[in-house]
Each structure stands twice: as structure tokens, then as C-alpha cells.
């Protein structure tokens, strides 16, 4: 069979790449589908071109920061909270101290949280002050207590479960960040539908119990398409959000069916025509 041919251009440059057949597999039991197919093995790789970031030197979203920044910005996100919302309360309590003191005190992280926050002209609300701010000076506490600079990859991820509050996905979030690291996934629940609308996850996984099987399964599938986990994820992350919706229709069509044909939107590109899952 012939390869298929990915063409674009970048900054008036064309490339012309191939990506094996659509029937081949790319891991056991999972074709590569057609790089035209929304979220299909071949689509992403095709993505991580197109984007550049195979010539990335580190993730889009490696720190600049110190770990301590780094640990309080990924605490304060999360399910129910937006990365606009948990940057908006993290430079808050950045600008009234909390975290360059290291201050374990309770009360003076949930009277910041409780705050109302300017998000883009607007006041808004943090979720969660009170729940938050027991985890946020437990980790101050911690980090005062424990050298964790040292670490990398893994190895800090597994460190930063030791604080209270801070699951798989956190740890891995700050792990990934503040050490570009590809031995880490943030299955978070972007990630999570993708994988399970491309193939590398099984409907069936759940982060609650399955995290580090599923953790293996998608550094595996970025290994076996040629893309670093801790790049490929960033990418993975913004287009499933900005598909909103439509992601979500789609995830939820798999979840019932094997194969769906989705009606094109508006204002989409020609390649979201047709998808056909290809697990």
C-alpha cells in the first residue's frame, strides 16, 4: 500500500512528509486512520508537524518559574476550574505574598482565595477557597520541609504525591512543567477523551483506578507515532479545548459506537468533515 502524503506550508516553506498507511498499524490492535480524519493516530501526527513541535526544543508549557510557583499554579487548577480562572488566583496570591513566604497559615490563603478575582474586566469568583487552602499550606509546609529542586521527571512526581491534595494528575502536571519531562502524563479529562476517540485508551479505563496503566499506554502510543509525550500533550490539550462541543460530541458518539459520521460545522476546516474512529 502507499503512504499517505501530508502537504503544508509554513512561513512559505512547503513540506512534504508521509505517514504509513491508513490501514497499517501504528501499535497492536490500532490503525492509523487518515491524517484527514479528525483525531485519528496519523491527524495527530500530522498536528505535531504542522505545529513545528517536532523541532521544539522543550514543551510549550515548561516553566520559567521556580518549583514553588509551579506547584501552587497546578494546585490552584483543576477539574471545575479554567486555566484563566487558576491564573488569575495564582498571580493573586503571588502579589500578596503567599507564596514567596511560604505561609502556612490556613486562614490567610482561604481570605485571599475568597477574594473576588479580575478576570479579563470581570470579578469573578475562585472555586473551592476553603478546600483549597487546607492543601495549598499543607504543600507550603512541605516544600519548607523537603528539598524536592533535586528531582526530576518521575522521580518528582512521586515526591509531590506525598503532599496532601495533590493526586497523579497534579503531581504529573508539575512534574511535566518545571522539569519538561516524558516519563509523566496529565490525564486530564481533555487528554482522556482524546485518547479514547483515537484508540489509545479503552472506553472502558478510568482515571480513578487505571492512571498509571493509562499513563504507559500514552507515552507508549506518542513513542510509537514519533512525538515527546510532554509536547504531543500540550497539543492534544489545546485542540480538544478549542474543539469544545464538538470534541465532546464526538467522544460521546464513541462511547456508544464504534464508527460515526459527524456533520460538518460552520467556520471549521475541510478536514473536519468526516470522522471515523479507528479503534
Known amino acids: 500500500m502507499i503512504n499517505q502524503i501530508v502537504s503544508y506550508w ?28 479528525i483525531f485519528t493516530p496519523a491527524y495527530w501526527l500530522s498536528q ?9 526544543e522543550f514543551s510549550p508549557y515548561k516553566t520559567e518559574t521556580n518549583i514553588l510557583d509551579e506547584i501552587v499554579f497546578c494546585m490552584l487548577g483543576g477539574f471545575g476550574v479554567t486555566a484563566e480562572l ?31 478575582l479580575n478576570l479579563n474586566g470581570r470579578l469573578v469568583k475562585y472555586r473551592y477557597p476553603k478546600q483549597k487552602s487546607k492543601y495549598l499550606a499543607s504543600a507550603m509546609q512541605f516544600i519548607s520541609n523537603n528539598d524536592v529542586v533535586s528531582f526530576r521527571g518521575k522521580q518528582l512526581r512521586d515526591e ?33 477523551r482524546a485518547g479514547v476517540i483515537c484508540g489509545f485508551f479503552d472506553k472502558e479505563q478510568r482515571v480513578e483506578r487505571d492512571y498509571m496503566a493509562m499513563e504507559e499506554q500514552f507515552i507508549n502510543f506518542c513513542n510509537a507515532i ?31 459506537t464504534k464508527t460515526t459520521v459527524v456533520k460538518p460545522l460552520q467556520n471549521k476546516p475541510s478536514q473536519l468533515q468526516l470522522f471515523s474512529n479507528v479503534m
Open 160 to 192: 509531590l504525591l506525598k503532599i496532601n491534595g495533590v493526586g497523579y494528575k497534579t503531581a504529573g502536571w508539575i512534574a511535566r512543567n518545571f522539569s519538561d519531562a516524558d516519563d509523566v502524563a496529565i490525564l486530564d479529562i481533555h487528554l482522556v
Open 86 to 116: 487558576s491564573m488569575a488566583a495564582f498571580q493573586h496570591c503571588k502579589s500578596e505574598g503567599l507564596i514567596d513566604n511560604k505561609v502556612t497559615d490556613v486562614s490567610e490563603w482561604e481570605r485571599t482565595l475568597s477574594e473576588k
Open 48 to 56: 505535531y508537524w504542522m505545529a513545528k513541535l517536532d523541532e521544539a
Open 226 to 256: 514519533g512525538a515527546r509525550p510532554s509536547v504531543l500533550d500540550c497539543l492534544v490539550w489545546d485542540q480538544m479545548r478549542d474543539f469544545g462541543d464538538f470534541a465532546l460530541e464526538i467522544y460521546n458518539s464513541v462511547m456508544n
Open 10 to 37: 509554513i512561513e512559505n516553506k512547503h513540506y512534504i512528509r508521509e505517514i504509513p498507511p491508513a490501514d497499517y498499524e501504528v501499535m497492536p490492535g490500532l490503525r492509523w486512520g487518515s491524517h484527514g480524519n
